[in-house]
């Protein structure tokens, strides 16, 4: 029935701040704005394939561990190249570790306080080859 994931929505205090992030930090490129009465209240970006990230204007929003989607994960090619490529733009990315599924990780936040897990999968995924896990965390 599923055939992969569409977009995952998130809130921005600051759409301008969010964009920037995301296109000049991330390397992710706009889709389309939504509108109204001409003004830009959200808008999509491409994150591979057919799945984007949506994100909608909230300067009310509340970003903590309790009250926002727990993280999004984005796919990257080579995770030492983007950890670089984020810091050298002077924002804060962790050192990358292997998790218990055997895939590489690291994490950022946007800047309303959403999490952004970057992840760069290995021969031995358990998303590629199964085999339950046991959660190091």
Same mark, same amino acid.
Not at 32 to 46: A, I, K
Not at 113 to 132: C, H, M, N, P, W
């Given at each position: 029935? #599923? ?6 929505? #998130? ?23 939504f509108t109204r ?5 959200g808008f999509y ?23 926002? #989607? ?18 050298? @733009? ?5 050192? @990358? @570790? ?10 950022? @936040? ?5 999490? #952004? ?21």
């Amino acid at each position: 029935m #599923i055939k992969q994931l569409a977009h995952v929505c #998130i809130f921005s205090k600051d759409l301008d701040a969010t964009e920037q992030f995301f296109s000049d930090v991330l390397g992710m490129k706009k889709a389309f704005s939504f509108t109204r009465s001409g003004d830009v209240f959200g808008f999509y970006l491409h994150a591979g394939g057919r799945s984007h990230v949506e994100v909608f204007y909230k300067p009310e929003a509340a970003f903590d561990e309790a009250d926002q #989607i727990n993280h999004l994960c984005l796919e990257v090619e080579d995770l030492d190249e983007t950890i670089t490529a984020i810091r050298a @733009k002077g924002v804060d990315v962790t050192d @990358k @570790k292997k998790g218990c599924d055997d895939t590489w990780q690291a994490w950022t @936040k946007d800047p309303s306080g959403v999490k #952004i897990e970057l992840f760069e999968y290995t021969d031995q995924s358990a998303q590629f080859v199964g085999r339950d896990r046991e959660a190091d965390w």
